[in-house]
């Protein structure tokens, strides 16, 4: 079974920055890709950005590409989402989800995605 852990999020104000993190633990995998996903009050969930464990490529949202950078740390398990220049439309519930069928390029559709955390808070103040 697979567990993945988020934590790092917390209540922050609008220019800001948080680093959320995810640590996987369980199943060993040969190839696959881990994301983030959030989902704000009242919206659908949706993607926010992906990355591949073998080959390292990325994938953001449009929403967030040049504030927010996605990294791993093969040796811990751990991928990590480092959230700078936060607007109050960033404030959701950040999901981390472990994608199994994705290998060299991540993928950004929910439906694909395996394995999901419990979810972690973030909200940035105006």
């Known amino acids: 079974q697979v567990q993945l852990v988020e934590s790092g999020g917390g209540l922050v104000q609008a220019g800001g920055s948080l680093r959320l993190s ?3 633990s369980g199943r ?13 009050p009242g ?3 949706e993607f926010v950005a992906a990355i591949s464990w073998s080959s390292g490529n990325t994938y953001y ?3 967030v590409k040049g504030r927010f950078t996605i990294s ?7 991928v990590y989402l480092q959230m700078n220049s936060l607007k109050p439309e960033d404030t ?3 999901y981390c989800a472990l994608d199994m069928g994705s290998d060299y390029y991540p993928r950004e ?6 394995y999901w955390g ?9």
């Open 22 to 24: 995810c640590a996987a």
């Open 28 to 40: 060993t995998f040969i190839s696959y890709a881990m994301g983030w996903f959030r989902q704000a």
């Open 43 to 45: 919206k659908e969930r």
């Open 61 to 63: 949202a449009d929403s």
């Open 72 to 78: 791993k740390d093969n040796a811990k398990n751990t």
């Open 92 to 94: 959701a519930i950040y």
């Open 109 to 114: 559709f929910e439906y694909l995605y395996d």
């Open 118 to 126: 419990q979810g972690t808070q973030v909200t940035v103040s105006a």
